[in-house]
């Protein structure tokens, strides 16, 4: 059993209260790990240590802080393998997809704001008529910066929030989901190995309720930049709106794909099916509303369902697998639930619409096979709310107004793709 503990002033540190929760390897569905329930206390003395660092990480000169960035990118790149195989474990996505996307991703974003902050600039304004007066915008440090991400794209989301921060001069608070802990765990050590000062950046895991809130409502963290779901944003903008905390949101999607008739067929199919299904369709630009103009509606179907009949789901090791398991037990349940309710709404399953459960060593892991559902209206539930799993919806349209009716139809607007020549 493989226990981690809290990342505090760089040093490995057991959670105050002791309690500890399961980690799931949701390919097997077995625990492999304990980690961290972080409470008040522990955010308490991460945020503590986090102050204290700031003058002297504010000031360091900006070649160092860069230095160190570019390093901890390095590091990423060399344990990459590692890296890779420990966020499939965890999360259950194609090792193949974490070392060719999510784990390069994760040190790219290290790299960017290590090269990006060397460049750093403020602008200036002349006030027209009077040349003496002048107003000009300087960009200082905040101090103690809240990072919270969410399971789908564990490392590659949780270092695009820290090495921001750190590059301009802030300390971090850091909560990654505890449903995907152990790639913020290795970060950790990758940055002490890196030179990072300790206590400039601190991991702490725990529950979303409890330690995630506790960042958001401590008064010394004066930002929170956060990615998950929707509910969940709207809680902590509102806990940090009254505090006039600086909020970063990027929340959840129901993207529309909208299809038309004179697309460059051959590249929108393949990407279709992609942009779909990619991370068992985990991934928040995810089409999951896929819009077909109706005088090539049925031969899309057909292309379509032959496409994603064509996609191996399997032990997330092997790299003839296309789809990994999803990730957990309680969101495989929640996957299925919503595949129920679109038949209950009138959707016709064109395949899919079930858990798998392959042979051998994944045969108790979270499978579900890539549905595909038609029949449904736009105003449904399946084709309002966010499933966040392996399940699309087909419907097609007349005209150009109506896609964009059908498209704009929800609540949600983070993404969509237009096939087309025109
Ligand atoms: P959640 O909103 O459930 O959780 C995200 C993070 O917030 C987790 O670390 C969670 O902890 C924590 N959290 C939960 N409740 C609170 C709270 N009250 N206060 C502070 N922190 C809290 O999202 P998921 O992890 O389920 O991720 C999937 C969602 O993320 C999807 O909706 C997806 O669309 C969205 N997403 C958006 C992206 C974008 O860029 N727009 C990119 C990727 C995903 P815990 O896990 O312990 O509950």
Redesign the pocket.
Known sequence: MEIIHNFINGQSIPPANDQYLENVEPAIGEIYGKIPRSTEQDIQLAVEAAKAAFPAWASTDIGVRADILSKIADLIDQKRSQLAQAESRDNGKPVKLATLVDIPRASSNFRFFSRAITQWSGSSYFMRGQESLQSFTIHQPLGVVGC??????PLY?FTWKIAPALATGNTVVA?????TPYTAYMLGEICNEAGLPPVVLNIVP????EA??A??EHPEVKAIS???????GS??AGLAAPKFKKLSL????KNPNVIFADCDYDKMLKTTVLSSFANQGQ??LCGSRILIERSIYNKFKSDFVAKVNSRKVGDPKIDENHLGAVVSAAHQQKILDYIALAEEEGGRILTGGHAIHPKGRCAKGYFVAPTVIEGLDNNCRTNQE?I?GPVVTLQPFDSEEEALALANGTAYG?ASTSWTQD
């Open positions: 919270i991400s969410p399971w789908n794209l989301l909560k990654p989901s505890e449903i725990g529950l979303g309720h995630g809130q960042i958001v956060f990615t998950g779901g929707t509910k969940t809680i902590i990027e929340l959840g999607g991934i928040c966010e966040f983070l």
